[in-house]
């Protein structure tokens, strides 16, 4: 039987109380499987389509620890920074500062609220490149937060097991309308 290659998909996001989403995700033995490699276009596909700036496998169903970053400014974050969509197999935290700072955060998967999130200003990560080079990296600010945002959703969290009160939650609306962040993110 011959195999048809399809081109990259938009795939349906998991939303809040799908089990998916409260699953420890597997290791990738293998990051050159056909299916893995398929499965990062289709993510990266979603990902631009649905105005994100990172991505996680659980979160298109897919029990995995793959995770992509890709920040840059859009309707859901007009002031995020630019960057190439980085795609990290089995990352973990190697370091991190001893500071930590609250900001803002959505979740493709908790649609329409966002909420007030306590994160490290500064990690060391490692992760394997969808290449299957052995990656170790510096992350800062606000590309420091998507990361560990997507790597709580390898682990079954989210972001609202993070705030410090639900009086840190607000609506997509009033985010957008008075409390997208003035400053400039580098
Ligand atoms: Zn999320």
């Known amino acids: 039987m011959t195999t048809v290659q399809t081109a990259p998909k938009r795939l349906e996001i998991s939303q809040l109380g799908n089990p998916i989403l409260r699953q420890i995700a597997q290791p990738i033995d293998n990051v050159h499987d056909r299916n893995i490699q398929a499965l990062i276009d289709d993510l990266l596909t979603t990902l631009i389509e649905l105005n994100g700036v990172g991505i996680a496998a659980p979160q298109v169903a897919v029990p995995y620890r793959l995770l ?15 960057m190439e969509p980085t795609v990290m197999v089995n990352p973990h935290l190697v370091s991190h500062s001893g500071e930590v700072v609250k900001d ?15 994160r490290y ?15 170790r990296q510096e992350l800062t600010d606000f590309v420091a937060r998507i990361f560990q945002h997507e790597l709580d959703h390898l682990n079954g969290m989210v972001f609202l097991d993070r705030l410090e009160s639900v009086r840190d939650i607000v609506t997509d609306q009033e985010y957008l309308c008075r409390l997208v962040p003035t400053r400039t993110v580098a």
């Open 68 to 82: 992509i970053v890709a920040s840059r400014p859009n309707a859901r974050y007009p002031h995020a920074p630019v």
């Open 104 to 118: 803002w955060e959505g979740c493709l998967s908790v649609p329409g609220i966002r909420g007030l999130v306590p």
């Open 121 to 135: 200003r500064w990690i060391e990560v490692e992760y394997i490149s969808r290449e299957g080079g052995l990656i």
